[in-house]
């Protein structure tokens, strides 16, 4: 199970790029960081979601010879279900240019996964996303993996019940929280090919 709690502050209001994709850029010092992260979003027609995952899993080598899958996960609840989550890393703006224009010119990608699935989509979100300083991603000692670890959604609300009564949690709050531009949760399941559970 996956929580992920996303918190974004942004000098630059997430804009529409075409119909039904949006994405939001970082600005500011982290941007020099090179390595970054790109949360993508696909929300999916109900009736296709199964369809769209086992396509996937059948070409998922096909994505990952451009570029690391860091996971891959389909939401259980947080907003609108029907809709898969996953995580690509990429060393910097320009080798994540690379990859798209090699995806473009692959035509076993372009022809098993991209164009029978784009029916399948009914919205994209993309986001790019640092590490936090003190943070390092790295595989889990159980096959049970989050942003925010829980063993459980029960274990998930315990630990948020005991952090609200931790004084330390609740000024780092209160400090922060000017910051915040917006806040999304979302339970997570990984899929069977995601490299982190």
């Not at 949360?39 to 070409?59: G, I």
């Not at 891959?72 to 907003?79: L, P």
């Not at 609108?80 to 473009?104: E, G, P, S």
Request: net charge positive; aromatic share 12%.
């Amino acid at each position: 199970m996956l929580t992920v709690r996303s918190g974004l502050t942004r000098a630059l209001a997430a804009r529409m790029l075409a119909p039904q994709v949006c994405s939001s850029f970082a600005t500011g010092p982290r941007q020099y960081d090179g390595t970054f992260y790109e949360f993508r979003t696909y929300y999916l027609k109900p009736s296709k979601m199964n369809e769209f995952l086992e396509n996937f899993k059948k070409n998922v080598h096909l994505r990952t010879a451009h570029s690391e899958l860091v996971g891959y996960w389909s939401v259980e609840f947080g907003g609108r279900v029907n809709k898969v989550f996953h995580i690509w890393k990429y060393d910097n703006f320009a080798h994540r240019t690379k990859v798209r224009q090699a995806l473009a010119k692959d035509k076993e990608w372009q022809e098993q996964f991209l164009i029978p699935n784009l029916a399948l989509i009914d919205k994209q979100e993309n986001e790019i996303t640092y590490l936090v300083p003190w943070c390092k991603l790295e595989k889990p000692p159980k096959e049970v993996h989050v942003l925010w670890w829980n063993e459980s959604a029960d274990s998930r609300a315990a630990g948020r019940h005991r952090s609200h009564e931790d004084p330390r949690v609740v000024a780092a709050v209160r400090e922060s929280v000017n910051f915040l531009e917006s806040q999304q949760n979302m339970l997570l399941i990984p899929t069977s090919f995601s490299p982190l559970k």
